[in-house]
């Protein structure tokens, strides 16, 4: 690079601070990036001959547009494409570029400033401008050859070479810059892995619908996608060879680019001694606590606010240049708008995304093009917006948003975008229907038209369900449901029936069609479904939460994305919540018999932990009352080392098996009871239900054991079994139905298995056995479990093959893993009271 | 109020659409919300039905479900959603370079 001035300059002088020009005042400008040589134009727009001008550029390089680096790394532009300012441009304003050697030293006093090759500038007015650094997470490993950052061009120059020798990559951080960085490593031809810390990809820009939407079609590219991966070492014998996850997965890698973030470059502010807080601070003019000396870009904090994005900057060389001109405007906070670039991927957010009080949401989820559009409105104004898929309107809504236009008048049409809102569609949405011809399309996915809606209406189909099942229309996505009732409402007026009952306000399906969906498109996570059936709210509510969790636990036990925050604390916390916040614990006693062994367990636990109540339950067992939360742990660890497992007393899952003492004690014992109990709750234990469930076996028809009120209830005969199922001792007392009549234990299990895997995958969450009975009907049942023999046989090998993965203690995963801190509080701060008001 | 905020941890390690708590003397606790798009709030952590812990609920958009009987509220104001009535004390609290801060002397003027 002949062209640069640079530090082994012979004509430079160095020790010998060159001062300004007669006449002319000297602005050094530290940082030939983005903002610093935008300020220098804006200047020169202004008045070229105020100032003369010398730029330090750590890079030895001249001023280039730095959000281009991605597709340069993706091959889709060259260096050369992405210059802003060749050297021409220096040496035609006079400019003097001193690149490739940084400022280190500012004397305010003496004003001049000191490079590192020890050449040393006067200046009059200094202007700081540089950018930010990238944050190294501090681990082990972290200076081993093969680790960088994705900063500048020399990174690009590394991952460039990288690419070259093949193999695999490690990206650490799945924001923008990340996500950039592994498209360009995947098309250079490596294997790229993205570890993510949060749970969602670019959390900051997109909400989890559009997050799950990214990752889905990142893998579909190829790209590894691990979220909620922590990264504890970087290994390697003299350059890096692997990553090492906190939960002990190691990750080979011959590259590993962290992107997790920036801190804006303040070290040689602050050693100056100008006011620094985030980033160097300045008020609206981008002066700093000294009057002489400016900053602007990445390395600002103006009004509490520090930027990483480009178009803020714009803004602060503007109010700047004014300033230095004197004609000061001021820099107003900006608000920023992202876009991900990365070919066919379109991905666009701006503003509060987020929502909060008094927010509404606006969601178009068009499953099958692959769009998902959601717009925040506040007091009828637009205050953000995710787009994924379709980002065409993102523009136009970050213009609404900044304007802050009443958008009340077209607020039924915002969603579809600037074409249907101002003016190309109707006002009012009704009209906009009823004027719509009867060969339109309503149903994309089954291709149903308006004229066949209609007709299916006219022909007696007065609800949404009975269209659905008459023509299809809106039984799929179901993102067309709005505009089948309005078609209903506009054929039918006050006569349309209501629909069965929907999930919650979340949805506009009910529970079964959830269901079959999950199943029939193979959906295997909360945000997956909520996005393919068009939920209205960003994250539902804890009404629908747990059943989804339910749902696609039961549709796929191995390989479906559980999600702990889905649950209810009980659940969550393996114990059940207590009227005080403290917590009771219930070991299991299989079929009700329990040890000495066991005993002494509980009862050093009671002592122990100050529990202050034990009892027996209804239930046959004991439980442990007055735990506090942060003692759980403990609690579980001390009754797992006596062998105990959780009870589940809390869950929607397996509870008791009741037994009585059966043959092996009673004068009148027709069968082993008590073995039969403790085989069923062994074999069952652990199997998450739609609610609640209880077995007992009782040894002769006296029915010691309340077997005719469980959900399934065995009663022993002299000559087998009689099986029972549906009854409920709650709130409404029933009375089982009797199922049949079996001669052995195994077929007992047998047909247990089947009913309990019947009743697991087709009631509703929170439906106990009792009103699900009522509701199919007893005989349904009896088809499914007794008649249909080979479908009982696929019933109950869904239910152990499902068990696989259910029956390991809670408990004894929670004692000892890393949700164990999550018990804990966060912090004490004992002297600080908070005498809330009541 | 600036430099007195009360340093209470990491982002990282309250449970998105989950709470941790922290406790001041006299057997209270402050709940510290993270919600889904990372938005972090703090409320006594005392339902005001009936005293439940408002830390375990089920967190949703910007409001929580109580555990004990399911009211619904608002995470930024702590009023009781739709029909129930109440309100649950609020303490400022923000989020910088990851590391969550409570605000002390809201915390104490909130005690008056
Ligand atoms: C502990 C226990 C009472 C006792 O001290 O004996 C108990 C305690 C509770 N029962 Fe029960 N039930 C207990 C046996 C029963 C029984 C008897 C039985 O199982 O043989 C019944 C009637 C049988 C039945 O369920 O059909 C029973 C019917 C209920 C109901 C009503 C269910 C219904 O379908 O109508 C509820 C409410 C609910 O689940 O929504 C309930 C709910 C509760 C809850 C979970 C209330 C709550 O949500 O906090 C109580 C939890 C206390 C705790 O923290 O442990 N409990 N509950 C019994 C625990 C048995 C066990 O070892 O796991
Ligand atoms: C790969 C990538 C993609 C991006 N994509 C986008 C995008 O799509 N949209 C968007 O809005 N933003 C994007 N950004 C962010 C955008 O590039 C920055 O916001 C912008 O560059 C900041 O400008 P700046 O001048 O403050 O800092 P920089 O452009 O980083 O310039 C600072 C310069 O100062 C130099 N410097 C630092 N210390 C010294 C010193 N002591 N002496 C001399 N020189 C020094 C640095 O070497 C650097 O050249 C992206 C960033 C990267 C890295
Ligand atoms: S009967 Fe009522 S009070 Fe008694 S344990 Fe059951 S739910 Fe609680
Ligand atoms: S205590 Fe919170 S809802 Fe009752």
Redo the contacts with the bound molecule.
């Keep these: 690079m002949d062209f640069l001035v640079s530090a082994s300059d012979p004509d430079s002088t160095p020790d010998t601070p060159s001062g300004p020009e007669p006449g002319l005042p000297h602005l050094v400008v ?9 300020a220098v134009e804006e200047l020169i727009a202004r008045d070229a001959g105020r100032y003369r001008v010398t730029i ?4 030895p390089r001249v001023n280039y ?6 597709p340069v ?1 993706a091959g889709e532009k060259t260096f050369d494409d992405i210059v802003i300012n060749d050297a021409a441009w220096y040496a035609d304003n006079g400019i003097e570029l001193v690149a490739g ?4 030293a500012i004397d305010r006093a003496a004003k001049t400033v000191t ?1 590192r090759s020890g050449r040393s500038v006067r200046y009059d007015k200094l202007l700081i ?4 650094d990238p944050f190294i997470i501090p681990v082990p490993g972290k200076e081993l050859p093969g680790v960088i950052s ?3 061009m020399d990174d690009v120059d590394h991952m460039l070479a990288a690419a070259d020798r093949g193999g695999s990559a490690v990206v650490i951080g799945g924001g ?2 990340g996500l ?2 592994a498209h360009g490593l995947s098309l250079r031809g490596m294997q790229v892995t993205v570890l993510h810390l949060m749970p969602t990809l670019m959390e900051r820009q997109l909400d989890e619908a559009a997050a799950w939407l990214l990752k889905s079609a990142l893998e579909a590219r190829g790209q590894t996608v691990l979220t909620g991966a922590d990264t504890a070492e970087i290994l390697g014998d003299g350059k890096v060879e692997a990553v090492r996850l906190k939960d002990g997965r190691d990750i080979p890698a011959d590259l590993v680019v962290m992107a997790v973030g920036i801190r804006p ?1 303040v070290a ?1 502010a602050r050693e100056a001694g100008l006011a620094v807080g985030r980033g160097i601070q300045v008020d609206d003019h981008m002066v700093t606590s000294d009057p002489d000396v400016l900053a ?4 600002v904090e103006h009004d509490g606010q520090v ?5 803020p ?1 714009w803004d602060m060389c503007r109010a700047l240049a004014d300033g230095l001109v004197e004609r000061p405007s001021g820099y107003r906070a900006s608000v ?1 708008s ?4 990365v070919a066919g991927l379109d991905v666009f957010s701006a503003g509060d995304f987020a929502g909060g009080e008094g927010c509404e949401d606006i969601v178009l989820r068009d499953a099958s093009r692959g769009v998902y559009k959601r717009v925040v409105l506040k007091d009828d104004r637009v205050v953000g917006a995710v787009l994924y898929g379709d980002t065409a309107d993102g523009g136009w809504y970050f213009d609404l948003m900044r304007r802050g236009e009443d958008i009340s008048a077209t607020r039924d049409l915002l969603i579809f975008g600037q074409a249907f809102a101002s003016g190309g569609g109707q006002a009012d949405p009704k009209a906009a229907v009823a004027a719509l011809s009867d060969g339109a399309e309503i149903c994309g996915c089954n291709g149903v038209n308006k004229g066949q809606v209609v007709s299916c209406i006219a022909k007696g189909a007065h609800s949404l369900d009975a269209v659905r099942s008459g023509c299809k229309a809106s039984a799929s996505c179901g993102s067309c449901t709005g505009l089948v009732e309005t078609l209903l409402a506009l054929t039918l007026g006050e006569d349309v029936e209501a629909g069965p009952k929907t999930m919650c306000k979340c949805t506009s399906f009910g529970h079964d069609d959830v269901r079959r969906e999950i199943v029939a498109q193979g959906m295997r996570s909360i945000p997956e479904v909520m996005h393919k059936l068009h939920w209205s709210t960003p994250d539902g509510c804890s009404s629908c939460r747990p059943a989804l969790n339910y749902y696609l636990l039961c549709a796929w036990p191995g390989d479906y994305e559980d999600d702990q925050q889905s649950r209810f604390v009980n659940e969550r916390l393996h114990a059940n919540i207590q009227k005080d916040g403290t917590y009771s614990v219930v070991p299991r006693m299989w079929g009700g018999i329990t040890s000495p062994r066991e005993l002494r367990a509980i009862a050093d636990v009671v002592e122990k932990y100050d529990a202050p109540m034990v009892k027996v339950t209804g239930g046959q067992r004991l439980d442990i009352f007055g735990i506090k939360k942060e003692d759980l742990p403990a609690v579980w660890a001390d009754l797992n080392a006596a062998g105990m497992v959780s009870g589940h007393a809390y869950g929607k899952a397996l509870r008791t098996v009741k037994t009585c003492v059966g043959s092996e004690w009673c004068r009148f014992g027709t069968q082993d009871s008590t073995g039969l109990g403790v085989k069923l709750e062994r074999g069952f234990w652990g199997s998450w239900m739609p609610h609640k469930f209880k077995m007992a076996v009782s040894g002769c028809p006296r029915n010691c054991a309340e077997a005719t009120i469980k959900d399934f209830g065995v009663v022993c005969v002299d000559s087998g079994y009689e099986l029972h199922v549906g009854g409920n001792g709650g709130i409404h007392v029933r009375a089982t139905d009797l199922l049949t009549k079996v001669a052995s234990e195994e077929e007992a299990i047998h047909v247990a298995a089947a009913f309990v895997q019947l009743y697991r995958e087709e009631a509703r969450y929170l439906e106990r056995t009792a009103p699900w009975i009522e509701r199919v009907g007893l005989q349904h049942i009896k088809d499914r479990v007794v008649e249909d023999v080979a479908g009982r046989d696929a019933l109950a090998e869904r239910f152990w093959y499902s068990q696989k993965f259910s029956q390991d203690d809670p408990w004894a995963e929670r004692a000892s893993g890393a949700a164990r801190e999550q018990h804990a509080h966060m912090a004490h701060f004992q002297p600080l009271a908070l005498e809330v008001a009541e | 109020m600036i430099g007195d905020w009360l340093d209470i941890g990491w982002l990282d390690q309250i449970p998105v659409r989950g709470s941790r708590t922290v406790t001041v003397s006299g057997g209270e606790e402050v709940a510290v919300f993270r919600t889904a798009d990372n938005r972090v709030f703090a409320l006594a952590n005392r339902c005001p039905h009936k005293g439940g812990p408002l830390s375990q609920g089920i967190v949703h958009g910007h409001s929580v479900a109580c555990p004990l009987h399911n009211w619904r509220i608002a995470l930024a104001t702590g009023e009781a959603q739709g029909e129930d009535k109440g309100c649950a004390p609020t303490i400022p609290v923000k989020v910088d370079a990851g590391r969550v801060l409570l605000c002390r002397t809201s915390t104490l003027k909130a005690a008056a």
């Design positions: 530290i940082g030939n990036g983005m903002a610093g040589c935008r330090f550029g750590a890079e547009n730095r959000i281009m680096l991605s790394l050697d940084p400022v280190a490079s401008a540089t950018g930010s994705f900063r500048d923008l810059l950039e960085a470059s040689l602007v870009g990445e390395c930027y990483g994005l480009v178009a900057l920023t992202t876009k991900l670039k």
